[in-house]
């Protein structure tokens, strides 16, 4: 289990994400944290360790990870994981069958594909619920609920949820509020302050920004769901290794910088967008016309990266990601480079046809992760790309 000090709280986000959690190697002074490719450790005696057995329980790497991450939360404990499913995996670990989860309606096609295609097989119950409406949470509500699971932004439509009142409802019913921050970011939003149990992530994407890990992360303030965390991450062992865990600390370094920078283009392709194709086929939160622009501006400290748009067609969509250019077709997302992608056929194709229709995404959807290259770069890629549309 990863602590991090009470102090590391309380400097600014760039101090924190620069140097929380981590001191230069007292052996050699080296600014970043080695990288301790090591599986296991030399113990001095029986039951006698300098707080290290084997690699899968603990890694002085990767506790830098998790204590600078759990600082930028604001949380106490911090888990790091091989992979953000390995790191959801893990949490629904802290569940049994019978226990009964409602989940945000829109929600990541894996997220979707663990609980629906998996996790069902073992006992436990899943409701999906629009989570925009407080209400049908707790309208969801049963006595065996055990959590309430919502991603806000979401992926790929851009739905937000009120934080505050689904964990004032969740807490009313004894359930946990688990958070899915991806798209926000600690910059951006931070869910613990706003009533959440758990907060976690795809580190892979903004945490990493750089395209090159697989990862996710889990904090949280409570020490005895910690350690029920930590049995589950070292009994099931969905752990990154010393050199993801180095690469994602990298990356944190400069998250303040590059946020801003995805929120400032991210905020100049929704105008551009709107203005080409309608305010109402294009999903971001930052524009006015977004129905929860109001509890966006509430919540979070900007909009972020991330932009969809609906072309009205397949055919549509294929045009404008066979002619980017700058932009990338790809999965993933957060990387510094802008990618493109059709959630329809590519992030959320496990979810089934009739159910992607029923909550928005449609063959013509395509969603937008704006990099940090040039604005005018990204705007002009995408005037050649919808020419004629």
């Known amino acids: 289990m990863t602590r991090i000090l009470p102090d590391e709280h309380a400097a600014g986000f760039s101090t924190r994400a620069i140097h929380a959690g981590q001191r230069p190697d007292p052996t050699t002074g080296a600014i970043m944290p080695p990288i ?40 106490q404990h911090g888990f790091a994981f091989s992979s953000g499913m390995g790191c959801v995996d893990s949490i629904m670990k802290l569940f049994k069958s019978g226990d009964h989860i409602i989940v945000g309606s829109n929600v990541y096609g894996g997220t ?21 409406d407080p209400q049908r949470i707790a309208d969801a509500i049963t006595p065996s609920t055990a959590a309430v699971m919502i991603e806000t932004p979401t992926n790929p439509l851009m739905q937000l949820t009120d934080i505050a009142a689904a964990a004032q409802i969740a807490k009313k019913a004894g359930a946990l509020t688990i958070v899915d921050n991806t798209f926000a970011t600690p910059y951006l939003q931070t869910p613990l302050s ?8 795809s580190s892979t994407k903004y945490l990493n920004g750089h395209s ?32 993801d ?15 801003r920078q995805h929120d400032s283009n991210g905020r100049a392709v929704a105008a551009w967008l709107a203005n080409r194709m309608g305010e109402k086929n294009v999903f971001y939160p930052g524009l006015a016309t977004h129905p929860q622009h109001e509890l966006a501006k509430r919540q979070m400290r900007g909009f972020g990266g991330m932009v969809s748009v609906e072309t009205g067609s397949k055919e549509n969509a294929n045009k404008v990601v ?16 802008s990618l493109v992608c059709q959630p329809a056929g590519m992030t959320h194709a496990s979810i089934e046809p009739a159910r992607r229709l029923e ?25 050649q790309a919808f020419k004629g549309l």
């Open 36 to 75: 301790f490719q090591t599986s296991t450790y030399a113990q001095e005696a029986l039951g006698v360790n300098k707080g290290y057995e084997y690699a899968r329980g603990k890694n002085p790497t990767r506790e830098c990870l998790e204590r600078n991450v759990a600082g930028l939360e604001g949380a």
């Open 112 to 132: 979707y594909r663990l609980f629906d295609k998996i996790l069902t097989n073992f006992g436990m119950r899943f409701s999906w619920v629009d989570t925009r």
């Open 194 to 201: 706003l009533g959440a149990d758990i907060v976690w992530h």
């Open 212 to 243: 090159d890990v697989i990862g996710g992360i889990a904090v949280l303030n409570d020490d005895d769901l910690a350690k029920r965390l930590q049995f589950a991450l070292n009994s099931a062992g969905a752990v990154p290794g010393p050199m």
């Open 245 to 259: 865990s180095w690469l994602t600390l990298r990356g944190t370094k400069t998250l303040a910088l590059r946020v």
């Open 322 to 337: 066979s002619r980017v250019k700058v932009f990338t077709l790809a999965e993933s997302l957060g990387g510094v480079e």
């Open 359 to 383: 909550i928005g995404i449609t063959d013509g959807l395509i969603r937008f992760s704006c990099g940090v290259e040039d604005v005018e770069d990204i705007v002009a890629d995408l005037e």
